[in-house]
């Protein structure tokens, strides 16, 4: 493929921005919507609490009548067991813990302290308002709105539909592979972004059913490359070659019935590269989450410098080092999937752009969370 | 539940770690594989690429034939067409792209430039070495992982066995929560870290086939608080009360068959940050993960002062403004699981600290990774 018919990585990307709308919305059960994004705001139907409830198990009393309570003045008040959860008694406005106080034979309980007013009271509206907005439209629920939105009395949530991902593998066994491993990378990928795979083979990509379609394996302009051709001959073939190392061969075009369909090159390191920089994004964007790279990204130090052929948006991967800076590894068109097994993430070196030299500020994007991973401090 | 009896948080965390081993090694189909963690070395059977092959598609030759060739010297020089992939037909050492040179009508092809050896060629072994290490035990398998084992033929790992974990719901509802939602948010947890979940009512808690129990509700001084009482009665309970806040209920023990058994507090958010600090790392240690805070974290400065109390280890719940700096929100013992959904993290505020004064650096750790969620840039 000649660098003149390849096209900028931003015209793709714009590609897959027009081609990718947030699906319509479905009722999920709260207990199964762990990962899915919220459609629709939730709001709490009643306060949170209701009313005021004890904080902890203890004896609700009245804050008012312990005044003056003291060591040298240990005062006996009237006082309700309460446990933690339970709301306070009519005419209550504290809890004293049991611990801190002593119950006499009148069924008073005498304090040495005095108690303040709301002191361990879950005040009624405290965890939420009626009313007020619980979790927010486009949140991808984590455990901790799961528990909110279930303390709440919310069962079934309006959540974005999952994408649903035709994956067809095009390409034809080579020797320097001994299997085609991209299905199985590309059905882990899919299932990460949140989309359900079904495969299907070439002669049936334009089948109705999906909301996207992935081919990978033959892109290139090769004598068993089919993979445009077919796109072309029964859809549309928007774009094919991309300004991008590695990968250059990837195309983007639609069925005719106007699924999107992205052709993804075969040679492995390249099919993940597509699809982590066009597939995955839309896919995400379908399934109602952002686009951007998956991957953290942080501002990080060359600690040598990083060559990259002008005209080509180059991938380049990277290790970091003890001291935190990050230099580049054998490139991803000589090593292949290695480079990013052996690797600790990833560059993205602009077109414009020769790379970069020793002490360069670069954004770099880490597989692996951004984590210190220090223990929690106790 | 008194100060005097609670257990710093250090103590748990080394009951927690002296209670859990990772699992024994399973069979995986490597399709399946994606999450789990490698329980043994994979070495590369044999050299990837096997041979060398073309980079591209293009014409393979022998380098040295092309010596001298120019714009006004075009060299016709033997070639075979060969497809991205295909191995190097014997006495040839260089691809030229099909868009490079031009076929004559005596089978050969005509070079405006000479080749170099070995270019577009993938060298046999430049992924891996025959033997190599493509990935090391203990590696969690991310999609990238699942590509080049796949490539290299791999199709079946060991992994590490799934933690299976009985969670059994011992509270009783309570008049400031409509139901009680921490089952909902502990099978979402359980299953981010990588375990499997069976729920049992609290008579089962010490039937057979768990790896550990987590007993959620039931753990105060309450009357209807039997959690304890039962831990004691048919196994041990080694740990009641940590001074951790919020969940200071919290319980360690183990059943009589030594599963281990975590009592957390019914409290949603005591719920919550007792199974981040203590239940989730017993579980991501059984599954062969690293058992820190599942969150990223990372230096941060408090905008404001923070305050919390000597001999507690505090939770604390964080916003991060638009500058960068963090502040604290209202505290998780009063505004429970909202906190945490309206904020953007938390800071862990050791025992021996009365928190840290405005412009302080603190360990700040983010709910949502720690993405600048920049474009890729092109």
Redo the contacts between chains.
Sequence with gaps: ??AAGRV???RA?AWVDAATRCLEAEDSA??KA?GRVLAADIRAG?A????D?A???GYALRAEESLGAGAYNPLAVAATAV?????LPPGTDAVVP??QAEPDETGRVVLVEPAAAGANV??AG???AAGAL??AAGTPL????????????VASVRVVRRPRVRLVVAGTP????????????????V??DGGTVSEALLADVFGGGADIVLVAGGT??????RSAAALSATGSLDIHGVALAPGDTAGFGHTVEGVAVLLLP???VA??WNYE?FAGRAIRRLGGH?G??F????PAVAAKKIVSAIGL?EICPIRRLPDGRVEAMAPF??????S??QGDGFI????T?EGYPAGAQI?AYF?D??????????
Tied chains: 1, 2.
């Excluded at 446990?83 to 709301?87: A, K, S, T």
């Excluded at 984590?142 to 009395?153: C, D, T, V």
């Excluded at 299997?179 to 990928?189: C, E, K, P, Q, S």
């Excluded at 993205?348 to 077109?351: A, S």
């Design positions: 493929m000649s900028p990585v931003a990307l709260l207990e762990a009643a949170i609490p209701p009313v409830c904080a902890v198990d446990e933690l959860g339970e709301p049991f611990d879950d005040r405290a965890v939420a619980l979790v984590a455990p901790r709105h799961i528990g909110l939105l279930a303390q709440s009395g080579r020797s320097s592979q001994p299997v085609d491993g991209n299905a199985a990378m590309l059905r882990a990928l299932g990460r290139g302009r090769g004598q068993r490359d075969g040679t492995p099919c993940l920089l952002d951007s790279l991957y953290p990204s942080r948006t068109a000589e090593a292949g999937l290695a990013a097994v993205v070196v602009p077109e752009s954004l597989y969370e951004d984590r210190i991973r220090a223990e929690p401090a106790s």
